[in-house]
């Protein structure tokens, strides 16, 4: 039983960071262990140097992340030269009188302070990956019972999906599920599930996991696969970061296709374009030529520019015409398509498109097409992103808002929320994305939560804003979750920032029981990933 006037975590890590400081002062490395506190003695000394304290250790990255609205300073960064660093670092948290909380950061584009620690370690994933001290991508082949004969990449859970493209490309090879924005590292995206146009068909991201090896909150690193310790493989992926630390990740690939057909359509009845969208994603089947590879769909408002930071697709001579259907109908629903092709398809890719596109309701007229390249494709969100970092406007507040919601409840959202709050408060201008997903390419096991119908819908208000108005949007946000609830819309939030303890149940539902079991098996300390505060509000 651990005594009351014990040492705080605050104070094992200051003295951590001064003795590291004496020691790079003094020289005197051979006195350091002999003055560490017992509870921190087991940790080899080297990792101890690897701890940083300074301001500009704490005061940068760490404390931030994209939403650039929370913010919580830690007490240490560490900057592992290995997967045993960050092993050692957990233990010595798990076996401490009293433990610390770790956090790994990635690329930090959670909005809401979910990979922060305050009062604990944030581990530094990204300057991990630019040491080159990880796994790194390695492209592979193996013969599986469940699946057959299949080709992989062993990625480390600190590389970025833009990455892990390039490389399996130099293979004719690349993974089959993607995020819309590829520089997010792979642990971060799989610690949530990873989800884009590619969803309906292919799965989220976490559906392509063959193998992982993962840090517990023990401080144990484990190899895990469906058929080995499934019980943490399924605990950690959709886990949010609550189970373990993803250090590689061995993905699923399959040949890949050279270039893409991008469609975008415009509807001005909402019943049409999601009648249409479910079509489209019912045909599914990989032997299915007719299928599309992709499906997604956003709003266009008059408050917000014809063509998003996201992309630039339709033609500047067509705005006006665009503009004005805008002002006659308060909002269009944009539906977008790609098919991919390659030098065997290529002569019959446009008659299949065309067979499928000829049935859709959407206003004649309206319809945009641009043939390009497979990455140029995948790689879509860069140009813009790269144009807001020059214009000074991607390091700002994004209160963004994800959700899920049951197919059988989209048309009162859609009443609800597009028709009446979005256009009453009139201040979205930032994309707002709606598309469906099937239901039976999730894996229940796995810790992410979803609505429980054959077909959901995603929807993501990704606003930008000023600092002096943010609050603004996530006053609407608010509003938007509130209908909901009054509404009996069932929804679920994707990447989610609940603050109650109550919220965080009805989030997993059915699963919620099994969560709490496996946080206790995994992590009984509670010391993984507190920025999501599920276990520590």
Request: with cysteine.
């Amino acid at each position: 039983m651990v005594a009351e006037n014990h040492p705080s975590p605050t104070y094992f890590i200051l003295l951590l960071i001064t003795i590291t400081r004496l020691i790079s002062t003094v020289g005197k490395t051979s006195q350091w262990k002999t003055v560490l506190p017992a509870e921190l003695a087991g940790i080899d000394e080297d990792v101890f140097h690897k701890l940083r304290g300074d301001s500009e250790a704490l005061q940068g990255r760490a404390s931030k992340d994209y939403g650039n609205i929370a913010r919580e300073v830690p007490l240490a960064v560490f900057h592992p030269a290995s997967a045993q660093d960050i092993a050692r670092l957990v233990k010595a948290s798990y076996r401490g009188a009293v433990p610390f909380k770790v956090a790994a950061r990635g690329q930090g584009h959670s909005t809401r302070g979910q990979a922060m620690a305050r009062g604990g370690v944030v581990v530094d994933m990204a300057g991990f990956r630019e040491r080159g001290s990880g796994v790194g991508i390695r492209v592979s082949n193996t013969v599986d019972p469940s699946v057959g004969y299949y080709h992989y990449a062993d990625v480390g859970g600190e590389q970025l999906w833009i990455d892990v493209l390039h490389a399996t490309l130099e293979h004719g090879l690349a993974p089959l599920s993607w995020t819309d924005y590829l520089y997010l590292t792979v642990g971060g995206t799989l610690s949530n599930a990873g989800i884009s146009g590619q969803t309906f068909r292919f799965g989220p991201q976490i559906s392509t996991v063959r193998e992982m090896d993962v840090i517990t909150g023990k401080g144990e690193s484990v190899t895990c696969s469906s058929q080995t310790n499934s019980e943490l493989f399924h605990a950690v992926l959709g886990g949010l970061g609550q189970f373990g630390i993803i250090t590689r990740a061995r993905i699923a690939l399959a040949p890949a296709p050279k270039r893409v057909k991008w469609v975008r359509l415009l509807y001005n009845e909402f019943s049409a374009f999601t009648k249409d969208q479910e079509q489209l994603i019912s045909i599914t089947g990989r032997k299915q030529n007719i299928a599309v590879d992709y499906v997604e769909g956003s709003l266009l408002m008059h408050q917000g520019p014809i063509n998003n930071w996201r992309s630039s697709f339709f033609p500047l001579a067509d705005h006006g015409r665009i503009i004005s259907l805008v002002t006659q109908h308060s909002v269009l629903y944009c539906l977008e398509v790609a098919k991919y092709y390659d030098g065997q398809s290529e002569n019959n890719v446009d008659k299949e498109l065309q067979v499928l596109l000829q049935q859709l309701s959407y206003i004649p007229g309206f319809y945009y097409q641009k043939d390009v390249s497979y990455v140029e494709f995948l790689n879509r969100v860069r140009s813009g992103e790269l144009k807001l970092h020059s214009q000074g406007l991607w390091d700002v507040p994004h209160p963004w808002l994800n959700l899920f919601i049951p197919k059988s409840q989209i048309m009162d959202f859609d009443s609800g929320v597009f028709k009446n709050i979005i256009l009453k408060r009139n201040i979205t201008t930032g994309p707002v994305l709606i598309y469906p997903m099937n239901r039976n390419k999730w894996d229940n096991r796995m810790s992410a939560s979803i609505p429980d119908e054959d077909i959901f819908y995603t929807v993501g208000f990704l606003h930008s804003s000023g600092f002096d108005n943010w609050k603004d949007y996530d006053t609407q946000n608010k509003e938007i979750v509130q209908f909901c609830n009054d509404a009996g819309i069932n929804i679920k939030q994707y990447l989610p920032h609940y603050r109650t303890q109550e919220d965080w149940t009805k989030h997993f539902g059915p699963k919620w029981r099994t969560f709490v079991e496996r946080k206790q098996q995994f992590d009984p300390r509670m010391i993984l990933s507190p920025g999501q505060r599920i276990f520590n509000n």
